[in-house]
């Protein structure tokens, strides 16, 4: 992360935040986790409305809650509403610690680490929102608010309007029920609503009204920062219009700071200031909307904006359409989440033997490649996923010859210049070995893309910008070599 | 009628809605769902019905498919002609209602009438109208695979071209194979070669032959040498069954489509009131069903007891066929899809499958009900790519439903805005983008967040006011006037009726025309 | 699609009248009298339990003195079968007592009737409302916790629900003697796991509502949550639960006493004995000549028991619907 300059008024911190949901086998045992955030970081600053983009599962929603503390992450901190001087403290020490860390370095090893620990941990417990006791919390409460996406479950069928907006100011603000109710009625106003709605229940509500009515409550307190989760998915256009200026009022006049998750890239684009782009629990782009929109970098952003259907038949837009889809968060791909998917993937990016396996059976396929044909009998593909290891295995007692193996290393040669070819230029060498019916591709070892700053401010998760990476042996391209190409019809 | 013979025109009409009108008849009191809705679709083309929730838009689509829950849904007037057939003529005749009150409705139906139609819809539902559904989860049965389900849609129609098309591959001989080779030899341009190759193959029901067949003429210019091939692929597709027992499946069900078809021929009649026709047909139609009663009686017998042996060869065939439709859908790895349970795919690929399932039939129509509104963008680009595939390869017309006036714009050549059970504006899709009449559609264009629009921090969008009428109490005169900028006094009173103000532009508005909708005195309030 | 077309309801303002609180609860009221079955059945549920009621504080009210039916368990072992059939039938004048006739050994029916709701009535309310309580507490908690809480007291609640109700009481009657108390004590055991069932799954749907997170948001602690947002959403459910149990734990304690079981004296007031008795005049004695059909000890209890049941259902789908304010109007 940046450095952040003094002047500024930063409203929240989230530093390394994970949620891993577990999946429970049979009789209590864990078979696994899904991890809808992984290692989550990013900061808001006051009167700010950062925008969250990302398709089904890919954790904005979970980034909301955890950051509301409405459910328990597993691992990382959210400071929020803390001193000035304190915060950037913070910020520099998280951001000491986390590079120390990233380096390999464990505070048995390193004095200095553990020192900064020491200091960390001691702000942590002060102040993280995601440490400090129940009691503690619900003072912060009072100055973030969350607004749900459906209307029709976000308000509590049984209660009447007056109840329900009135709850956060009862119970944070333990206000005296007539001033309660003067501000009800100021509120209700405020909204488009009359006086006398606050006595109905919210099943003779529209969509929209209930909306309405959660940001009623969400904003009876004041508080300093909505996390507004897909506030207007489920409105029809002409009323997402209506909510949206609310929202947009609102922020003028209150100088709320806005966490505006989507699905919408347009909305996103009107409501926000910034915008992160989440995959699969991580964030893979984060930048100023202005700069997102025109100069996206990470490959996903780019194929994401251009699935965007345009409201107008004259513009045809070059599309990028993306492979498959979103694979299962419960077992994500290996290095970058995205590389199955990406039209520019890499060798380093994460190509793993279980990848590799279907690639090289239709490598093998006499129709693709003629020269296969001569290849007859193999039995089986093995995988080591541990060692990066595939083993092409021949029938018991087969001797591969030396034709043999040099069919098959020209057959991955030719490959890595054809669709999909990075696969094949991850495969670092081809041998023979023991008992001489096996053939065994190594694979070299992904690289995890970390979210780098790249240009001032924007920051993305993706190797063709980790600018470090030059590999001599298999001759991947720097970015420069072929960046301007692939990257120049936005 | 005098209708029945306008719908034959120069640009053939492959949809064409009439004055319909829906009601739901509640406990609440009477929905009313859509109002005298006119609109056509031509062939090949893609018409975008675009409006809010609750507008009426998927009652739309429902009544063009004959899928209205009743009770308490009931289309109370109307006509829906496909490919010129009206196919609520039975239903004109039996909607006989009499309103106690509001909650008090009293439907009397004829039986024989009901019976006649839900006999010829099924007939036509999936064989000349498909429809794709919003959610693909909610609309395959979760304990048959994929395959079986596309299968048993395949085997519901065109049971006489399957075993036509077998009879042909099994008695395909020397000669005819080299007849067809030198017409394809004729054909100078690679691709309409492949075009016929392809089409041919379909025909013979060899359709996993097409890809060698290709590569084949490609690389050989041989004829001799060619014909041979063929005839060796070929001969190992024969399976050599019994073609006497398959000839007499194929007669049954030719029988069983012949009085299909003469039913409907039977309904026109009835309805313009041609008795010596309708006796004629009548009497044609118990005939044949007494030949199929005597001459089919041991089939039919057969068919229910040892179905699997009888039905092998069609099964054998749909298998074949659904592979081939699950690979233009662009499904990756059909075969293991097609053994797959709905639960074990995304959503993206469960709508790839009701695609492929919705063009088992090859239906002219195509009705798809918000079918990417459930997905994410980037599956939604592709399942729009398919879609548009699909209207252009197999000149399929498609009625497009939609709240997304971004897909509309994608997806459709004319569009018609529907705002609470009325049609307000259709035209042309680059008209209705650009040259907009009515209030609602250009509010409706205003409220779009655009991409391209630069918005600082304290511009609004513009919003229309209100929200969408309650249909069982809608406001009087005007559906749209509580929330209109241009309300004028007429527009409480009276009601617009759609005008043809440009080429092709019709629009419902005072702003534009005077004329008034009438509205029948006896009708249901 | 239906709901989908009428589900928009536009409120205009200014329509509807200012409604201040105490008119809620009137609506609920209103609701529920708009509802013919209901009223009737809450009526008659009613006039029930005003007869047990009645007849506890004042037993003499219906001309029967209190001790009189252990009098006659005693008089039953020293008379011989014979004169058991010079019973009255109903609508003779004998007066209020014999009224509906008399049961075996001419024991007035309509005051044993009457007598019977004391316990029958007293005995399931206790049970219903025990189960209830105890059942939809751990329910509700186990449901709105998770994790191990669930898990334990759902495991817990498990055990009890696989415990044979037959062959508990059978035991129980060999333990506490075959008297109506030993089956209030199986029933007691067996009765509160099939609430906490019911409200744990009604408070698992409702836990993961976005209203609950909100108010979570808002600072309420997960007791409140429980109370105030969580238990009201699962009240009407289990007011229908409640209203069916009723009356099959009355069903319940007739089988008892018809199995003998409960092996209760000849005209103990209880319903399932008196049904008991009066199906051994139907069953026994209708074949021999020079009876007549002595049907009234089978078919009136009979009877009262079946309007009781069916009307505190209505009763309960009633409450239900009052309670809803998305199904009333």
């Given at each position: 992360?940046?450095?952040?300059?003094?002047?500024?008024?930063?409203?929240?911190?989230?530093?390394?935040?994970?949620?891993?949901?577990?999946?429970?086998?049979?009789?209590?045992?864990?078979?696994?986790?899904?991890?809808?955030?992984?290692?989550?970081?990013?900061?808001?600053?006051?009167?700010?409305?950062?925008?969250?983009?990302?398709?089904?599962?890919?954790?904005?929603?979970?980034?909301?809650?955890?950051?509301?503390?409405?459910?328990?992450?597993?691992?990382?901190?959210?400071?929020?509403?803390?001193?000035?001087?304190?915060?950037?403290?913070?910020?520099?020490?998280?951001?000491?610690?986390?590079?120390?860390?990233?380096?390999?370095?464990?505070?048995?090893?390193?004095?200095?680490?553990?020192?900064?620990?020491?200091?960390?941990?001691?702000?942590?417990?002060?102040?993280?929102?995601?440490?400090?006791?129940?009691?503690?919390?619900?003072?912060?409460?009072?100055?973030?608010?969350?607004?749900?996406?459906?209307?029709?479950?976000?308000?509590?069928?049984?209660?009447?309007?007056?109840?329900?907006?009135?709850?956060?100011?009862?119970?944070?603000?333990?206000?005296?029920?007539?001033?309660?109710?003067?501000?009800?009625?100021?509120?209700?106003?405020?909204?488009?609503?009359?006086?006398?709605?606050?006595?109905?229940?919210?099943?003779?509500?529209?969509?929209?009204?209930?909306?309405?009515?959660?940001?009623?409550?969400?904003?009876?307190?004041?508080?300093?920062?909505?996390?507004?989760?897909?506030?207007?998915?489920?409105?029809?256009?002409?009323?997402?219009?209506?909510?949206?200026?609310?929202?947009?009022?609102?922020?003028?006049?209150?100088?709320?700071?806005?966490?505006?998750?989507?699905?919408?890239?347009?909305?996103?684009?009107?409501?926000?200031?910034?915008?992160?782009?989440?995959?699969?629990?991580?964030?893979?782009?984060?930048?100023?909307?202005?700069?997102?929109?025109?100069?996206?970098?990470?490959?996903?952003?780019?194929?994401?904006?251009?699935?965007?259907?345009?409201?107008?038949?004259?513009?045809?837009?070059?599309?990028?359409?993306?492979?498959?889809?979103?694979?299962?968060?419960?077992?994500?791909?290996?290095?970058?989440?995205?590389?199955?998917?990406?039209?520019?993937?890499?060798?380093?990016?994460?190509?793993?033997?279980?990848?590799?396996?279907?690639?090289?059976?239709?490598?093998?396929?006499?129709?693709?490649?003629?020269?296969?044909?001569?290849?007859?009998?193999?039995?089986?593909?093995?995988?080591?996923?541990?060692?990066?290891?595939?083993?092409?295995?021949?029938?018991?007692?087969?001797?591969?010859?030396?034709?043999?193996?040099?069919?098959?290393?020209?057959?991955?040669?030719?490959?890595?210049?054809?669709?999909?070819?990075?696969?094949?230029?991850?495969?670092?060498?081809?041998?023979?070995?023991?008992?001489?019916?096996?053939?065994?591709?190594?694979?070299?070892?992904?690289?995890?893309?970390?979210?780098?700053?790249?240009?001032?401010?924007?920051?993305?998760?993706?190797?063709?910008?980790?600018?470090?990476?030059?590999?001599?042996?298999?001759?991947?391209?720097?970015?420069?070599?072929?960046?301007?190409?692939?990257?120049?019809?936005? | 009628?005098?209708?029945?013979?306008?719908?034959?025109?120069?640009?053939?009409?492959?949809?064409?809605?009439?004055?319909?009108?829906?009601?739901?008849?509640?406990?609440?009191?009477?929905?009313?769902?859509?109002?005298?809705?006119?609109?056509?679709?031509?062939?090949?083309?893609?018409?975008?019905?675009?409006?809010?929730?609750?507008?009426?838009?998927?009652?739309?689509?429902?009544?063009?498919?004959?899928?209205?829950?009743?009770?308490?849904?009931?289309?109370?007037?109307?006509?829906?002609?496909?490919?010129?057939?009206?196919?609520?003529?039975?239903?004109?005749?039996?909607?006989?209602?009499?309103?106690?009150?509001?909650?008090?409705?009293?439907?009397?139906?004829?039986?024989?009438?009901?019976?006649?139609?839900?006999?010829?819809?099924?007939?036509?539902?999936?064989?000349?109208?498909?429809?794709?559904?919003?959610?693909?989860?909610?609309?395959?049965?979760?304990?048959?695979?994929?395959?079986?389900?596309?299968?048993?849609?395949?085997?519901?129609?065109?049971?006489?071209?399957?075993?036509?098309?077998?009879?042909?591959?099994?008695?395909?001989?020397?000669?005819?194979?080299?007849?067809?080779?030198?017409?394809?030899?004729?054909?100078?341009?690679?691709?309409?070669?492949?075009?016929?190759?392809?089409?041919?193959?379909?025909?013979?029901?060899?359709?996993?032959?097409?890809?060698?067949?290709?590569?084949?003429?490609?690389?050989?210019?041989?004829?001799?040498?060619?014909?041979?091939?063929?005839?060796?692929?070929?001969?190992?597709?024969?399976?050599?069954?019994?073609?006497?027992?398959?000839?007499?499946?194929?007669?049954?069900?030719?029988?069983?489509?012949?009085?299909?078809?003469?039913?409907?021929?039977?309904?026109?009649?009835?309805?313009?009131?041609?008795?010596?026709?309708?006796?004629?047909?009548?009497?044609?139609?118990?005939?044949?069903?007494?030949?199929?009663?005597?001459?089919?009686?041991?089939?039919?017998?057969?068919?229910?007891?040892?179905?699997?042996?009888?039905?092998?060869?069609?099964?054998?065939?749909?298998?074949?066929?659904?592979?081939?439709?699950?690979?233009?859908?662009?499904?990756?790895?059909?075969?293991?899809?097609?053994?797959?349970?709905?639960?074990?795919?995304?959503?993206?690929?469960?709508?790839?499958?009701?695609?492929?399932?919705?063009?088992?039939?090859?239906?002219?129509?195509?009705?798809?009900?918000?079918?990417?509104?459930?997905?994410?963008?980037?599956?939604?680009?592709?399942?729009?790519?398919?879609?548009?595939?699909?209207?252009?390869?197999?000149?399929?017309?498609?009625?497009?439903?939609?709240?997304?006036?971004?897909?509309?714009?994608?997806?459709?050549?004319?569009?018609?805005?529907?705002?609470?059970?009325?049609?307000?504006?259709?035209?042309?899709?680059?008209?209705?983008?650009?040259?907009?009449?009515?209030?609602?559609?250009?509010?409706?264009?205003?409220?779009?967040?655009?991409?391209?629009?630069?918005?600082?921090?304290?511009?609004?969008?513009?919003?229309?006011?209100?929200?969408?009428?309650?249909?069982?109490?809608?406001?009087?005169?005007?559906?749209?006037?509580?929330?209109?900028?241009?309300?004028?006094?007429?527009?409480?009173?009276?009601?617009?009726?759609?005008?043809?103000?440009?080429?092709?532009?019709?629009?419902?508005?005072?702003?534009?025309?005077?004329?008034?909708?009438?509205?029948?005195?006896?009708?249901?309030? | 699609?239906?709901?989908?077309?009428?589900?928009?309801?536009?409120?205009?303002?200014?329509?509807?009248?200012?409604?201040?609180?105490?008119?809620?609860?009137?609506?609920?009221?209103?609701?529920?009298?708009?509802?013919?079955?209901?009223?009737i059945g809450?009526?008659i549920t009613?006039i029930y339990?005003?007869i047990?009621?009645?007849?506890?504080?004042?037993?003499?009210?219906?001309?029967?003195?209190?001790?009189?039916?252990?009098?006659?368990?005693?008089?039953?072992?020293?008379?011989?079968?014979?004169?058991?059939?010079?019973?009255?039938?109903p609508g003779?004048?004998?007066?209020?007592?014999?009224l509906l006739g008399?049961t075996?050994?001419?024991?007035?029916l309509l005051?044993a009737m009457f007598?019977s709701l004391?316990?029958d009535?007293?005995?399931?309310?206790?049970?219903?409302?025990?189960?209830?309580?105890?059942?939809?507490?751990?329910?509700?908690?186990?449901?709105?916790?998770?994790?191990?809480?669930?898990?334990?007291?759902?495991?817990?609640?498990?055990?009890?629900?696989?415990?044979?109700?037959?062959?508990?009481?059978?035991?129980?009657?060999?333990?506490?003697?075959?008297?109506?108390?030993?089956?209030?004590?199986?029933?007691?055991?067996?009765?509160?796991?099939?609430?906490?069932?019911?409200?744990?799954?009604?408070?698992?749907?409702?836990?993961?509502?976005?209203?609950?997170?909100?108010?979570?948001?808002?600072?309420?602690?997960?007791?409140?949550?429980?109370?105030?947002?969580?238990?009201?959403?699962?009240?009407?459910?289990?007011?229908?639960?409640?209203?069916?149990?009723?009356g099959?734990?009355i069903l319940?304690?007739a089988?008892?006493?018809?199995?003998?079981?409960?092996?209760?004296?000849?005209?103990?007031?209880?319903l399932g004995?008196l049904i008991s008795d009066g199906d051994?005049f139907v069953?026994?004695?209708?074949?021999?000549?020079?009876?007549?059909?002595i049907w009234w000890p089978l078919i009136i209890p009979g009877f009262f028991l079946l309007i009781f049941t069916v009307s505190i259902n209505l009763?309960?789908?009633?409450?239900?619907?009052?309670?809803?304010?998305?199904?009333?109007?």
């Amino acid at each position: 992360m940046t450095k952040i300059s003094a002047d500024e008024n930063i409203l929240m911190y989230v530093h390394g935040l994970k949620k891993y949901f577990p999946i429970y086998g049979g009789l209590g045992g864990v078979k696994g986790y899904v991890k809808a955030l992984d290692d989550v970081t990013f900061y808001l600053r006051e009167g700010e409305s950062l925008g969250i983009v990302g398709e089904t599962g890919c954790g904005k929603t979970t980034l909301g809650r955890t950051i509301l503390r409405l459910i328990d992450a597993t691992d990382g901190d959210v400071y929020f509403n803390i001193p000035k001087d304190e915060m950037i403290k913070i910020i520099d020490l998280e951001e000491q610690v986390k590079e120390k860390m990233d380096n390999g370095k464990t505070p048995e090893t390193d004095p200095e680490l553990r020192n900064l620990l020491d200091q960390v941990s001691k702000f942590r417990h002060k102040y993280s929102l995601l440490r400090i006791s129940q009691r503690e919390l619900r003072k912060v409460r009072k100055y973030m608010q969350p607004v749900f996406q459906d209307p029709f479950s976000s308000l509590d069928p049984r209660k009447i309007i007056r109840d329900i907006i009135g709850e956060p100011m009862r119970v944070l603000l333990k206000l005296h029920p007539s001033e309660i109710l003067k501000r009800e009625k100021k509120i209700i106003e405020e909204i488009g609503l009359s006086e006398d709605h606050l006595y109905r229940f919210p099943h003779e509500f529209s969509g929209g009204q209930r909306q309405r009515i959660g940001i009623a409550r969400a904003i009876s307190i004041e508080p300093k920062m909505l996390v507004l989760d897909e506030p207007t998915s489920a409105l029809d256009v002409s009323v997402q219009a209506q909510i949206l200026n609310i929202l947009r009022d609102l922020q003028n006049r209150m100088g709320l700071s806005y966490i505006f998750i989507s699905h919408h890239l347009n909305v996103i684009r009107m409501m926000s200031d910034r915008v992160a782009v989440m995959y699969l629990g991580k964030i893979v782009e984060l930048a100023s909307t202005e700069e997102l929109f025109n100069e996206m970098l990470h490959p996903y952003t780019k194929a994401l904006l251009s699935a965007i259907p345009i409201p107008d038949p004259e513009v045809k837009i070059q599309r990028t359409v993306l492979e498959g889809e979103i694979p299962n968060p419960a077992n994500p791909p290996k290095g970058c989440h995205f590389h199955p998917r990406c039209p520019v993937a890499m060798p380093n990016c994460g190509w793993s033997p279980v990848d590799l396996s279907e690639f090289i059976k239709s490598m093998l396929d006499p129709v693709r490649n003629p020269e296969a044909e001569a290849i007859t009998n193999v039995s089986e593909i093995q995988t080591d996923e541990d060692n990066n290891i595939l083993d092409m295995v021949f029938e018991d007692g087969y001797n591969v010859s030396e034709e043999t193996l040099q069919i098959i290393k020209n057959l991955v040669e030719k490959e890595s210049f054809q669709q999909k070819g990075s696969a094949f230029k991850a495969i670092s060498s081809v041998e023979k070995i023991n008992p001489g019916n096996i053939v065994r591709f190594t694979i070299r070892k992904p690289d995890t893309p970390k979210l780098k700053e790249v240009k001032r401010g924007h920051f993305v998760s993706c190797l063709i910008y980790n600018y470090n990476y030059y590999d001599e042996k298999t001759e991947s391209p720097t970015p420069e070599e072929y960046g301007p190409e692939i990257y120049s019809n936005n | 009628m005098v209708e029945e013979n306008i719908t034959v025109t120069e640009q053939k009409e492959r949809l064409k809605v009439q004055d319909l009108k829906v009601r739901f008849f509640t406990s609440k009191g009477i929905v009313k769902a859509i109002d005298n809705l006119s609109f056509s679709i031509r062939e090949g083309e893609s018409y975008g019905l675009v409006g809010e929730s609750g507008s009426g838009k998927s009652v739309t689509a429902t009544a063009v498919m004959d899928l209205i829950p009743d009770p308490p849904g009931r289309i109370i007037r109307g006509k829906i002609y496909i490919d010129g057939f009206n196919i609520l003529t039975d239903l004109d005749q039996l909607a006989k209602i009499r309103i106690k009150s509001p909650t008090d409705v009293i439907i009397k139906r004829k039986k024989r009438l009901i019976k006649r139609h839900n006999y010829i819809m099924s007939g036509i539902r999936g064989d000349k109208v498909s429809m794709v559904f919003q959610e693909p989860f909610l609309s395959m049965n979760p304990v048959m695979t994929i395959g079986d389900q596309i299968k048993e849609a395949i085997l519901l129609h065109g049971r006489v071209d399957i075993a036509n098309s077998i009879i042909k591959r099994e008695t395909m001989n020397a000669q005819e194979v080299s007849k067809i080779v030198d017409t394809i030899m004729a054909q100078p341009d690679t691709q309409t070669r492949n075009k016929i190759i392809v089409r041919l193959c379909g025909e013979y029901a060899i359709p996993e032959l097409a890809k060698p067949f290709t590569d084949l003429f490609e690389n050989s210019t041989d004829r001799d040498f060619i014909i041979n091939e063929v005839l060796s692929l070929v001969n190992t597709k024969k399976t050599g069954l019994n073609l006497e027992k398959l000839e007499e499946s194929k007669n049954y069900f030719l029988l069983r489509e012949r009085i299909l078809d003469l039913n409907l021929e039977l309904i026109g009649a009835e309805h313009s009131g041609d008795e010596r026709t309708a006796a004629q047909l009548e009497a044609q139609i118990k005939e044949l069903k007494s030949t199929m009663r005597s001459q089919f009686l041991l089939y039919s017998i057969k068919r229910r007891f040892m179905r699997r042996f009888i039905d092998a060869p069609f099964e054998k065939f749909a298998e074949g066929r659904t592979l081939e439709l699950l690979t233009q859908v662009n499904i990756a790895g059909p075969e293991r899809v097609m053994t797959s349970y709905p639960h074990e795919l995304s959503g993206g690929m469960l709508q790839r499958c009701m695609i492929a399932m919705a063009f088992s039939a090859n239906p002219q129509l195509l009705i798809a009900d918000e079918p990417t509104t459930a997905l994410d963008v980037t599956t939604q680009a592709q399942i729009l790519d398919l879609m548009k595939e699909v209207n252009k390869n197999y000149n399929t017309s498609i009625l497009f439903i939609t709240h997304d006036l971004a897909v509309i714009a994608e997806m459709c050549d004319r569009v018609g805005v529907i705002y609470g059970g009325n049609l307000v504006e259709e035209a042309p899709v680059k008209e209705i983008f650009y040259n907009a009449k009515h209030p609602y559609t250009t509010g409706l264009m205003n409220a779009i967040p655009r991409a391209e629009r630069r918005f600082e921090k304290t511009a609004r969008l513009e919003s229309i006011p209100g929200s969408v009428p309650n249909l069982i109490d809608p406001p009087s005169g005007c559906r749209f006037h509580p929330r209109c900028k241009f309300k004028m006094d007429v527009c409480s009173e009276k009601k617009p009726k759609l005008v043809e103000i440009e080429k092709d532009h019709k629009v419902a508005c005072f702003l534009y025309s005077d004329e008034v909708e009438e509205e029948p005195r006896e009708e249901i309030p | 699609m239906v709901e989908e077309v009428i589900g928009l309801e536009q409120v205009n303002a200014g329509t509807k009248k200012y409604r201040p609180r105490l008119e809620l609860f009137s609506a609920t009221v209103k609701s529920f009298v708009s509802n013919k079955a209901a009223v009737i059945g809450a009526v008659i549920t009613f006039i029930y339990f005003a007869i047990a009621i009645i007849d506890t504080v004042a037993p003499s009210v219906f001309g029967i003195p209190s001790g009189e039916y252990t009098d006659l368990g005693y008089y039953s072992k020293h008379i011989s079968p014979v004169e058991t059939f010079g019973i009255f039938s109903p609508g003779t004048s004998h007066g209020f007592k014999y009224l509906l006739g008399g049961t075996i050994f001419n024991y007035p029916l309509l005051p044993a009737m009457f007598a019977s709701l004391k316990f029958d009535l007293g005995y399931s309310v206790l049970i219903v409302g025990v189960g209830a309580l105890v059942g939809s507490a751990i329910g509700v908690t186990a449901g709105y916790l998770g994790r191990w809480a669930d898990e334990f007291m759902m495991r817990v609640t498990d055990v009890f629900f696989s415990v044979p109700f037959l062959i508990l009481a059978i035991a129980f009657s060999t333990i506490f003697g075959h008297d109506m108390l030993s089956a209030v004590y199986a029933l007691l055991i067996i009765w509160w796991p099939i609430y906490a069932r019911l409200s744990r799954s009604l408070a698992l749907s409702t836990k993961s509502l976005n209203y609950v997170e909100a108010a979570t948001a808002a600072g309420s602690s997960k007791v409140r949550n429980i109370f105030y947002h969580v238990f009201p959403n699962v009240l009407s459910p289990i007011f229908v639960q409640i209203s069916l149990d009723l009356g099959s734990i009355i069903l319940i304690f007739a089988t008892l006493s018809f199995l003998g079981i409960t092996n209760l004296p000849y005209s103990f007031p209880e319903l399932g004995a008196l049904i008991s008795d009066g199906d051994n005049f139907v069953t026994s004695f209708i074949p021999l000549p020079g009876f007549h059909l002595i049907w009234w000890p089978l078919i009136i209890p009979g009877f009262f028991l079946l309007i009781f049941t069916v009307s505190i259902n209505l009763f309960g789908d009633g409450m239900r619907d009052a309670l809803d304010p998305k199904l009333r109007k």
